[in-house]
């Protein structure tokens, strides 16, 4: 998958076509949702950065691959636990992108490689003669996850010069999850969802 990646960006930058680079960075909206999870699911605000670069492929159509971390997760409460799960991850949207006039839109599968999570938050604990009380805990969980995730995306901004401002939806198509109950029966299913608002700045052809 790297060398796919590295080819990509190879032919696109050895090309005589039009070509921009550009940095970008904004806000995540972000949730873990999906099957039979035990409690209620809510959005938590995070943030990406990164790098892309635009080449124009024929009209006003053009390929964008993008290079960037991406902080998100989302919260879970039930009445056992209340946390929040923060993933960290490396992203390679791959975009189709249409301009008419200022207007863009754009469109494309996105892969991302899971680098770190951890769960933060409150546990319900047992005590002694049968009373239950809570708990702070924080531990690593990278190891509650797969590795791999593929999501589709599409979204739409203006160009003004050389500033962009959009706006994305990143919607994660395989369950993440990677840890089972004893039994292998009900299964939590998580999928990453997630809204962008960002900007950028191109740096020229």
């Given at each position: 998958m790297?060398?796919?990646f ?19 960075a ?11 999870i ?20 024929i ?46 839109v ?13 769960k ?9 003669g ?18 791999g995730?593929?999501?589709?995306c ?27 109950n ?6 939590a ?5 997630v ?11």
């Open positions: 790297k060398q796919f590295f080819l990509l960006f190879g032919l696109l930058l050895s090309s005589g076509a039009y070509a921009q680079l550009g940095v970008k904004g806000i995540n909206q972000s949730v873990l949702n999906g099957e039979n035990d409690g209620s699911t809510s959005y938590k605000t995070s943030y990406h950065a990164g790098v892309f670069y635009e080449a124009k492929l009209g006003p159509l053009s390929v964008q691959p993008e290079l960037l971390y991406s902080s998100q997760g989302g919260n879970i409460k039930s009445q056992f636990e209340d946390f929040d799960t923060k993933m960290h991850y490396f992203t390679v949207p791959v975009l189709a992108k249409v301009h008419v006039g200022p207007l863009f754009e469109a494309g599968p996105q892969f991302s490689f899971l680098l770190d999570a951890t933060d938050g409150t546990q319900r604990v047992q005590g002694t049968g009373a239950a009380s809570y708990e702070d805990y924080k531990r690593g969980a990278t190891g509650d996850f797969k590795r995730d593929f999501s589709l599409a979204g739409v901004g203006l160009k003004f010069s050389a500033l962009l401002i959009g706006a994305r939806f990143n919607a994660g198509l395989n369950d993440i999850n990677d840890v089972d004893l039994t292998g029966v009900n299964d299913r998580l999928k990453n969802r809204f962008q608002g960002y900007v950028a700045l191109q740096l020229g052809h």
